[in-house]
Structures are given as C-alpha cells and as structure tokens.
C-alpha cells in the first residue's frame, strides 16, 4: 500500500541517548514520518524512582519552549512547570532584592527534570513509528556500513543497521568517538574548578519557604548558590564553590561556619539537619565545557544537544540550546526538502558559530558572577541595562533579554551586545568628557575677575598664622 511504500522509502533513523534532547529529536523525526528507534543506556525513568546526579530542575526559556511548541508539548509542559518572573537576590545582610526578567509577559519556566524527560519519552512513545530500546548502551559504530553496536544489561552484544544516526548521548557522547577518529574534526574541553552540589529546601507550614516565582540568588563572587522551586513547594539550591573549598568543609561545624558567613539567611530555611544531610550525602559534582565541529559525519550522522556542545549552566541554556539544535535542523530539513547529503552540512555552517557562542556566554559569565559578581554589583548592573533598556528600547537590548526571550541567533546577540557595549561606553566617555568640560568652563566663568586677596595678602596672612603659632 502506499502507507507501506512511504514508511519504505523513508530511512531508518536511530537515536542515541534518550535523555531531554534525545526524546525530544525522537518526536521530530517521527512527525516527519521516520522509522525512529531510540537507544537509552539507561533504564526506562518512567519506571525508575528517582534519577539522581543530574541538576533536578532547570530553567527553560523561549527558544526551549518553541522546539516544544513544535511538536505540541509546549503547553502540558508548561502546564507541570512554575514561572519565575524575577530574580531575587540575597545580600549577606539578610536583605533582598527582587529584579524583573523584563516586561510583564517576560518570565522562565522551572521544570523538574525527570518529569520533562519522562513526558517527552512518552510523547515520542506515542508516535505509531517509533521504538524505545532502554538498556541499550552504543560501543560504537561504523560511518561506512551504518551498523551499530550496543551493549545489554546481560552483557550482550546487539548489532542493528541505522540509515542516518542522531547522536543525543550527552557531553561524553560515545556517537562522537566515530568523529574524534577522522581528519579536521576539531574538539576541546574544559572543565571548570567549580562543583556544584544540590541541597533541597523543604516547605515550611505546608507551603514554600520563600516566594515560589523567582530565581532566588546569593551571589558571593567565588561561591553562589542558586535556589529554583519545584511543584512539591521545596526547592532546589544548586550551591557553585572551588573544589578545593568543598575539600575544606569536612565536618558539621565547618559547614556551619561556611553557611552562616555567607548564606545565613538561608539556614533556617534549609534547616540545620537537612543542610548537614544533604551537604555530605554526594560529592559535588564537575561541569564541563565541550565544544567540537563539524556537527555531521556525511550523510550518515549529526551530533545535537550536549554530545555536540556541553556548556557550563551559567547562562541557564544547555537544555534550551539543545531543544533549538532539534527545530533548527527541522528548518533546514524543510528547506532542502530533507536531502541529508545537502541539509547536514547546511546544519553545520548554521549551528555551529551560535552554539560555539552560547558556549562562550556561558563561560564569560562564569568568569563574570565569579570575578566580582557580589549583590551590589549585580543590582548595579542590572538596574543599569533595564535603564538604558527602558530608555532606548531599540538600541539597547540586555544581553540576557536577547538570549533568554528571544530566539536571536546566539551568535549575533553577542555581536548586537559588543556593538552596545561600544555604544554605551562611548557614551558615557562623552557624558564624562561634557561634564568636566562645562564644570571646568563655569568654575572659569563664574569665579570672580577681580580676586577678593592678591597673593602678597594671602602670603603675609600665612606667615603671621605661622607667627601665632610659634
Ligand atoms: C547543574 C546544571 C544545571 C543546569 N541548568 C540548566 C538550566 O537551567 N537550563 C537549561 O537549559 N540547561 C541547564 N543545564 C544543561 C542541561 O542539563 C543539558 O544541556 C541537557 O541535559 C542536555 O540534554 P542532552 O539530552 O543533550 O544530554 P543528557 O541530558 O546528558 O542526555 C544524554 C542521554 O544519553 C544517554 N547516554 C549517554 N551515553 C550513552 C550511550 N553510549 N548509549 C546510549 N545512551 C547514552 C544518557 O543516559 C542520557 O539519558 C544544566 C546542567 C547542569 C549540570
Ligand atoms: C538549575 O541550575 C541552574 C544553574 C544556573 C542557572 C540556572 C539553573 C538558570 N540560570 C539562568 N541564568 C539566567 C541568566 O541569563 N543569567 C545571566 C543569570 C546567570 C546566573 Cl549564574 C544567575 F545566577 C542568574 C542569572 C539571571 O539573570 O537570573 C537566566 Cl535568565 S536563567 C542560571
């Protein structure tokens, strides 16, 4: 039957990795009327309690939110997520202070992970031609023939044949290793001297311990901690510290100490027993920074999401990039009419200078919160954008605004962000050299002609002060 023939003529395409971006790739292909099948290392989470070592929730944005939109999960995401209309900043003083994301309708989502996964597995479950294979972990596999190998729970060895490979498998990628083998694909990683650890904020009095709509932040230059609340009215405070300060913190008392200097307002809130449990419960965990190009092998394979470009969560964006990574390469499938051979390459070209610049921005504002990034400075610099934002709209867009609420392509929001900074300065260099110019030219003006004293008066003044005091 022509149904038969259709799903005949259309390759067999084979996901690795079932994680955010994996299962979210699985429902694009499957729109588009592929044979999906989905290889996950993991068991099926949707049977599993809880998924631990990953961050519990994240903050999804617009560009997240339209690759969702897209396949028409947008809205029961959303709906099973909490906004976050400002940031709440924590000073050491106790005090805070809440700052607006942007306009009324400008907010971020916390979405808790394992639900995101979970129902993205599902959607892509309920396509008629798509398979999820759990247990599955991909050895490797060949550019030449398609076959793929992968290991089973009992150890077994599982060969399948896969007309075009979508590499979802995260920022240890093993679709990727193919790559690392062959001439000019370029790679680098870096992994930051910062761990971050998860503690969670328990519901005081059947409710949340602080306002749930905001992105709560202590920024203390070399450490932060960061708290996003989740559907059960706890939350979760992701604390960022050196390695080697988390090495220093071995006993209750020094955690003590260490909360109660720089995060005391939210001991009570954590709770003494809970902070202590939670604190020594797991080690901190490392992040990494990976970026490679190209992003296809041929016609035959692509990386997307964390396999392609692992970037250190400081810009809230690695989920959001990777979910755009899925409907940018659904746009270029649209425009060459799904000819693998001439839509890869395109995809490459496209996507690689905006998720190479993502990675950057990520990194930037590491360096940045952990340089001087205390609470006044934050304050400062962010009342100082929505200012010149409010002044001059058109001219100047904050950087944030550009790559959490608009879909910009990364790369030119850094380049629109360094031509604003030049403005900005140059601004403020004229404002600077205006005013001493005009101060200077009415202290000359308006300093009287004639001197009130000559210098011999003022001299003979000094020297029968100098007389006295003898
Ligand atoms: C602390 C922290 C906070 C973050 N906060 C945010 C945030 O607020 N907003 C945001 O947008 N992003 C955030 N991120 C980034 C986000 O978590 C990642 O970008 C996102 O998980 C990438 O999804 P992925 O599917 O590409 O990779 P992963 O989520 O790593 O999924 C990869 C999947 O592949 C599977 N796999 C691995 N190897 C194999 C193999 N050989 N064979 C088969 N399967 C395999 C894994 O089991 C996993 O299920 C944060 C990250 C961290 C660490
Ligand atoms: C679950 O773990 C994590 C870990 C880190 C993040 C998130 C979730 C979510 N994150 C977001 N960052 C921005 C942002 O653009 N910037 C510049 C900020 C960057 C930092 Cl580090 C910060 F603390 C506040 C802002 C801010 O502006 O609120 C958003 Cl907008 S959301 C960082």
Excluded at 321 to 331: N, Q, R, T
């Amino acid at each position: 039957s022509s149904e038969k023939n259709k799903s005949a003529t259309k390759k067999k395409v084979v996901v690795v990795g079932g994680g955010l971006v994996g299962s979210l790739n699985a429902c694009f292909f499957a729109k588009r009327g592929f044979e999906v099948a989905v290889f996950e290392s993991r068991e099926d989470i949707r049977c599993a309690k809880t998924v631990k070592g990953r961050s519990i929730n994240l903050a999804l944005s617009h560009r997240g939110r339209q690759a969702l939109k897209h396949v028409g999960m947008e809205d029961k995401i959303i709906s099973k997520s909490i906004p976050m209309h400002a940031r709440m900043i924590h000073r050491v003083n106790g005090k805070r202070s809440p700052i607006p994301y942007g306009k009324k309708g400008q907010y971020i989502l916390s979405v808790g992970r394992a639900n995101l996964n979970k129902e993205l597995l599902t959607a892509a479950e309920a396509y008629p031609n798509t398979q999820l294979n759990f247990n599955h972990r991909l050895l490797d596999w060949s550019p030449e023939t398609g076959t793929m190998t992968f290991l089973g729970t009992d150890g077994t060895e599982k060969e399948i044949q896969a007309d075009f490979i979508v590499g979802c498998d995260g920022a240890f990628s093993a679709t990727r290793k193919q790559f690392l083998r062959r001439s000019r694909f370029n790679y680098s990683q870096t992994y930051i001297p910062h761990g971050y650890l998860e503690l969670t904020m328990p519901p005081r009095n059947g409710d949340f311990a602080m306002e749930p709509n905001f992105l709560h932040i202590w920024p203390r230059n070399t450490f932060m901690m960061i708290a996003l609340p989740n559907l059960d009215k706890t939350f979760t405070c992701t604390l960022f510290m050196p390695f080697e300060e988390f090495e220093k913190i071995t006993t209750d008392d020094e955690l003590m100490n260490f909360f109660q200097k720089y995060f005391p307002d939210s001991i009570p809130l954590l709770g003494v027993d809970a902070l202590k449990r939670d604190f020594f419960r797991l080690p901190a965990q490392a992040m990494v920074s990976v970026k490679c190009s190209p992003y296809h092998l041929n016609d035959k394979c692509v990386l997307m999401g964390d396999a392609a470009h692992a970037v250190v969560p400081f810009y809230g964006q690695g989920m959001n990039a990777g979910f755009e990574d899925c409907l940018v390469l659904d746009e270029i499938l649209d425009q060459f009419n799904e000819d693998f051979s001439a839509a890869l390459p395109e995809y490459t070209r496209v996507r690689v200078p905006d998720d190479h610049a993502i990675a950057d921005l990520a990194m930037y504002n590491y360096v940045e919160m952990r340089a001087h990034v205390n609470s006044k400075y934050f304050l400062f610099r962010k009342y100082l954008e929505n200012a010149l934002h409010f002044i001059m709209p058109r001219t100047i867009t904050p950087l944030y605004t550009m790559v959490t609420f608009t879909r910009t392509r990364y790369h030119e929001a850094v380049i629109r962000w360094q031509w604003q900074n030049k403005v900005i300065n140059q601004g403020l260099l004229i404002l600077g050299t205006v005013s001493t110019v005009g101060l200077t030219y009415l202290l000359i003006r308006y300093i009287p002609k004639k001197p009130s004293i000559t210098v011999e008066q003022l001299w003979s003044k000094v020297l029968t002060l100098k007389w006295f005091q003898k």
